[in-house]
C-alpha cells in the first residue's frame, strides 16, 4: 500500500475514563507540587498509540508507574488472538518502552489489525497502526512538538532547515492547537519548496506540570513521548534527525554541514549548545507579526539555553533513550563547538512566561550576529533587512 507523502497520521490511543477509579500516581509529593500540578498532569493516558514493528507491537505512553501492576493481569489480543508477556511492560525516563513481541510473520500477514485490553474497569478496542518508517528511510527530517505558533514562523523554520541543513522531511506533532486545524499545519509543510514530504500527528495530550517550588522536572511526560514514539514508529531508518523546537534556528560557526559532521563523528550523535536572540528591535507586534529575520542582536551578559541534538538512528543503540536535550542512559554526545543554535525569545506565543517584550539596544552589551544574519540572508533572502 503505498503512502501519501502529506498527511496527518492516525493514532491509537488508550485513555483511562476519569470516573474508572484506577489512574497514574503522580510522582511528586503534594508538598512539592504546585498550584495547577494535579491539573496539568497526565493521570489517565495510558497509551499515546498502539502500533507495528518488525518483531511486534509497541505500545507508546506515559511511564506507567502504579499502572504496571494492572497491565500485568490484563487480559490482551493482538491480530484476533490472546497474547501472555506481562513483561512486556516497561517504563524509561518520563516515558514507557513497552512492547509485546511476535513473530515478524504474524505482524506482517495477519488480516485482523486489532487490540484489545480487558481487565475489570479497563476495556478498549482499537486499530494496531501500520509502522511508517519506510515514509522516512534515507531522508533528513526536522522533527518538533508545537502548540499554537504561528503558521507563518512553521513556514520559516521549515524553510530555514531545508536551505542551511538539508532538510527534506519534517515530522510535526500537534500539542491541542487552537488557532488552526492539523491540516492548516499540513498545508503549510506543503508550502516550503524544499520539504518533500511530511506527517502532521495529532498529540492531544497534556503536556504536564512544571517544574514545581522544588524544581523537579519529573512529571512534563509529553514530550519524551513523542520522541519515543517518533523514534519507534516513524524515524529508524532516517538518514538524519534534527530536534528542535519552532523557535530555534540551527547556525553552523564555519559553513560546516551539520549532515557531514554527523556521518563523521564518534557515535552518530551531536548537541549544539544556545543562544538567545534579542527582542531589540522589535517593530509592534500587533501591527505586524514578527519574523526569524527582524532579530539579529544577542546579549554578551546571556547565559547558554539549553542543548538540542541530531543523530542518525541506527547508529543509536536501542536502549539509549532519546531525550529533549540529550540522549539518556551514559550515552556520550558531544557539544559540537561548530553549531550553536540560536534561541528566540520573540518567536513565541508567551505560553510558558512572558518573554517577548522589546529590549530596548544596550551599546554595552548588545552586538549583532554575523554569523546569523549570514544564514537569515541565505534562507530568506527577499525578506533580510526589510
Given at each position: ?263 563523521e563523528s564518534e557515535n552518530g550523535a551531536l548537541r549544539f549548545s544556545g543562544a538567545w536572540v534579542e527582542t531589540v528591535g ?105
Amino acid at each position: 500500500m503505498s503512502l501519501s507523502k502529506f498527511r496527518i497520521a492516525d493514532i491509537s490511543p488508550v485513555v483511562l475514563r476519569s470516573d474508572s477509579g484506577i489512574h497514574r500516581h503522580p510522582p511528586r509529593q503534594k508538598d512539592k507540587q504546585e498550584n495547577d500540578y494535579i491539573e496539568r498532569f497526565d493521570a489517565h493516558t495510558l497509551f499515546y498509540d498502539v502500533f507495528e514493528d518488525h518483531d511486534g507491537v509497541v505500545f507508546s505512553g506515559p511511564p506507567m508507574r502504579n499502572l504496571r501492576n494492572v497491565l500485568r493481569v490484563a487480559r490482551i489480543e493482538l491480530y484476533g488472538r490472546s497474547v501472555v508477556q506481562p513483561d512486556a511492560f516497561k517504563d524509561g525516563w518520563k516515558t514507557q518502552r513497552s512492547k509485546i513481541k511476535l513473530p515478524p510473520q504474524e505482524v506482517y500477514y495477519s488480516e485482523s489489525k486489532t487490540f484489545s485490553i480487558d481487565v475489570g474497569r479497563i476495556q478498549s478496542r482499537g486499530i494496531i497502526r501500520r509502522n511508517e518508517s519506510e515514509l522516512f528511510k534515507g531522508k533528513k527530517v526536522l522533527i518538533t512538538l508545537s502548540k499554537d505558533n504561528d503558521l507563518q514562523w512553521i513556514k520559516d523554520w521549515a524553510t530555514y532547515y531545508s536551505v542551511e541543513h538539508g532538510i527534506d522531511s519534517v515530522l510535526f506533532y500537534d500539542n491541542n492547537s487552537s488557532q488552526y486545524s492539523v491540516t492548516q499545519i499540513l498545508e503549510t509543510l506543503k508550502s516550503v519548496s524544499g520539504i518533500k514530504q511530511g506527517i502532521v500527528v495529532p498529540w492531544n495530550f497534556k503536556y504536564g506540570p512544571g517544574a514545581g517550588p522544588k524544581k523537579e522536572w519529573d512529571s512534563n511526560y509529553c514530550q519524551y513521548g513523542v520522541l519515543e514514539h517518533a523514534r519507534r514508529r516513524f524515524l529508524r531508518e532516517s538518514s538524519m534527525v534534527i530536534n528542535v523546537d519552532i523557535d530555534e534556528l540551527v547556525v553552523s560557526e564555519d559553513a560546516s554541514s551539520l549532515f557531514d559532521e554527523l556521518n563523521e563523528s564518534e557515535n552518530g550523535a551531536l548537541r549544539f549548545s544556545g543562544a538567545w536572540v534579542e527582542t531589540v528591535g522589535q517593530s509592534d507586534r500587533e501591527a505586524k507579526l514578527p519574523r526569524f529575520v527582524d532579530f539579529k542582536y544577542r546579549d554578551s551578559r546571556k547565559q547558554k539555553s539549553l542543548e538540542k541534538w541530531a543523530l542518525i538512528p541506527k547508529r543509536i543503540p536501542e536502549k539509549f533513550q532519546w531525550q529533549v536535550h540529550g540522549l539518556g542512559g551514559g550515552f556520550n554526545v558531544p557539544i559540537s563547538g561548530k553549531f550553536i543554535h540560536r534561541h528566540y525569545l520573540g518567536i513565541n506565543s508567551n505560553w510558558k512566561y512572558d518573554r517577548t517584550k522589546t529590549t530596548a539596544y544596550d551599546e554595552e552589551h548588545h552586538f549583532l550576529d554575523e554569523k546569523l544574519i549570514a544564514a537569515l540572508s541565505r534562507s530568506f533572502p527577499e525578506d533580510i533587512g526589510t
